[in-house]
């Protein structure tokens, strides 16, 4: 929500969230960002394109009219503004994160596996525009 409020001027709430598998929002565009060291794993953003649309049109403070690199480049800055809040929050409890470089996808009918054995949280939040979510997996090193 901090992001939001600092770069992108789109009120969200959040929805339920929750542990494990079952939790998704319709996706046309992901963004990962994979977390090495004392945590692995990647924070994802995923969203529809009405909501990726939206969000980036608010950043760049124009109409974007259709998925591309103004897009990937927009939800990808978001999952690395979200990732480096969770790097320097686990910062108090001596754990040492390091950061990728984001990858976006669009694209539609694809899910993303891996890491097997990893935490996962899942947060849905609401925005005018449809519904998009964040997601951790983990492992802790």
Partial sequence: MDVFNAMVFIEIAPEISGKGE???VETNLVSCIGLAGD??????IHCPAAVALDI???M???DVEELGEDCKDAIGE???MVAGGLKTALVSSARNVELAIPVTVIGSSFRMSGLVGANRVFVP???PSGR???ELKYVVA
């Fill in 22 to 24: 079952g939790l998704a």
């Fill in 78 to 80: 978001i999952a690395n």
């Fill in 39 to 44: 945590l692995k794993g990647l924070v994802a």
């Fill in 125 to 127: 939040f609401a925005t």
């Fill in 132 to 134: 998009f979510g964040v």
């Fill in 60 to 62: 760049l403070g124009m």
């Fill in 56 to 58: 980036t049109g608010a």
